[in-house]
């Protein structure tokens, strides 16, 4: 049998090891539906699951849903990449060397004991990569603004980037207003900005939240409940429309639901003396 030699000059192959971070993944197990920030800074008045939602996390086991594409959106340093470095890996960095384009993260959660994954578009605020940006900006299902509550001009631009967002987006999309490095503000500061953001908050039809990745206050809560609404709503659009956003696996549960639907509204409109089944 032939013996080889390790070539000792070959060079190595990449090699990767699972990150030595702090991440609680309990977090990404939602069974109870998460508050917003403030009941009076939210356009979306749901405190729990929708009826439907609940049935259907219920009856089909399990059922396969449609990712949720959330695009973070924003002036270049305004705290993007701290605040989702600090969700999905649990770190903080002062300094962040500027990507080119976009980085992409994906969260697994399970939401009613279904699965669901959360997309991450971390786009990044160079005028130069805005054209790159858009082409990642179709088919959003959520769109977080992201705003510095050190610089007030970030919250102004914010308008701008929302627009070149929804520009590509025809359908509904769920949208967040994000102030980050809140712990770098002293009450009356905070207290100034949040008046601002707050005012913004309200013309665009967004859910305010001021966070810190820094110290993490208000983070793993943001992220908790932008998945859950996710969820709620591309449940019950999947059930509205009956398209392939919603498709089960084994046992087609799911679908038996809708064949039993059409079968009893064609019940009502067939004729007496029709013998078409």
């Known amino acids: 049998m032939p013996i080889f030699r390790k070539n000792r000059n070959r060079p ?25 920030y403030s009941c009076q800074l939210t356009p979306y008045r749901e405190v729990d699951f929708s009826g439907r939602t609940k049935r259907a996390a219920q009856a089909v086991v399990p059922f396969l849903l449609g990712p949720c594409k959330a695009i973070f959106i924003g002036d270049v340093a305004t705290g ?10 649990e770190t903080f ?5 500027a990507a080119i384009g976009l980085d992409f993260e994906v969260e697994r959660f399970q939401i009613l ?27 959003t299902n959520t769109i977080v603004v992201v705003f510095d509550m050190t610089r007030p001009q970030s919250l102004t631009n914010g308008k701008r980037w929302l627009k070149e967002a929804l520009r590509q987006n025809s359908g509904p999309v769920l ?19 949040e008046l601002e953001a707050i005012k913004m908050a309200y013309e665009i039809n967004a859910e305010y939240w001021p966070v810190s990745a820094r110290t993490g206050e208000n983070v793993t809560d943001f992220f908790r409940r932008l998945t859950a609404l996710a969820f709620d709503h591309s449940v019950q659009r999947a059930m509205d429309t ?4 919603l498709q089960t696996t084994g046992n087609s549960l799911l679908n038996l639901y809708f064949l039993r639907k059409e079968k009893k509204k064609k019940k009502f409109l067939k004729c007496f003396n029709c013998t078409i089944n």
Not at 12 to 36: C, H, W
Not at 179 to 185: A, P, R
């Open 12 to 36: 190595k192959p990449a090699s990767y090891e699972v990150l030595k971070n702090n991440v609680d993944y309990g977090t990404r197990s939602i069974e109870q539906f998460p508050r917003p």
């Open 113 to 139: 004991k279904q699965s669901y994954s959360l997309q991450i578009w971390d786009t990044k605020g160079h005028e130069q990569f805005q054209c790159i940006a858009q082409s990642y900006y179709r088919n």
């Open 93 to 97: 960095h002062d300094h962040y060397a």
């Open 80 to 89: 993007k990449t701290s605040l989702v470095n600090r969700f999905c890996h």
């Open 242 to 245: 009956n398209d392939t956003l």
């Open 175 to 193: 949208k967040f207003l994000v102030g980050t490095k809140k712990d770098l503000l002293n009450n009356q500061a905070l207290c100034d900005v």
